[in-house]
């Protein structure tokens, strides 16, 4: 699952399909909106910027299908129900609400502020957590709302001002730019909303 189709979202797909080439009998399905997988198939798998894995080693037997699903339609894969909620980035871009027995985590994708991912979440019971990008430092709000991106201050504003009754669903932070870090864990601190958190690295969640 994809939320969108900018480069460091995407980079290691390419990459899969070349190490799984003559590895699997069935193909890997890579699942997108409608924007993304046509940014794929334009401009990554298209015989150019890399082989196109779609009709490799034949077109019946592709290593990897790429599959457009239909923005607002639940998908069903395994034991798990996923919804993609479109969200505010410069390219068509989701977050996902995933469900699995009588537990869901919401993950935001990249977004700066706003709003159906909110209004989804609003009165849903078995809500375990969400997981939520914030990129920039408060300094470099203009960039952030520039890029599509949240900072500590937005994150915040967000919350508070759009998704108050969580009852204590926690809220864990991710898609800190590396230059930054120090000083996002500062601001994230100050902002003093109660249950937001940074997730750490080669950390493990269980809900």
């Given amino acids: 699952m994809l939320t969108h189709a900018h480069f460091d979202h995407i980079k290691d797909v390419p990459l899969m399909a070349d190490l799984l080439t003559g590895r699997r009998d069935e193909p ?72 699995k027995g009588k537990s869901m985590i919401a993950v935001s994708g990249d977004t700066g502020p706003t709003d159906d991912l909110w209004t989804a979440l609003r009165n849903v019971q078995s809500l375990k ?33 759009k998704f108050p009754m969580r009852n204590g669903v926690p809220v864990l932070l991710y898609h800190l730019k590396p230059a930054f870090t120090r000083q996002l864990y500062r601001e994230v601190e100050t902002t003093g909303v109660k249950g937001v958190r940074i997730l750490e690295l080669d950390e493990e969640l269980t809900y």
């Fill in 28 to 99: 890997v399905v890579v699942h997108g909106s409608p924007e993304c997988i046509r940014t794929l198939r334009e401009h990554v798998f298209n015989d150019k910027l890399w082989p196109d894995f779609t009709s490799i080693p034949s077109a019946s037997n592709p290593v990897m299908v790429l599959e457009p699903f239909e923005l607002g339609k639940t998908l069903h894969l395994g034991d798990y129900t996923l919804r993609p909620i479109p969200v505010c980035h410069p390219v068509e871009s989701v977050g996902y609400l995933i469900e």
């Fill in 129 to 161: 957590a969400v997981l939520l990008e914030t990129s920039f430092p408060n300094a470099l709000q203009r960039l952030a709302d520039q890029s599509g991106h949240l900072t500590p201050q937005t994150m915040s504003d967000e919350l508070t001002g």
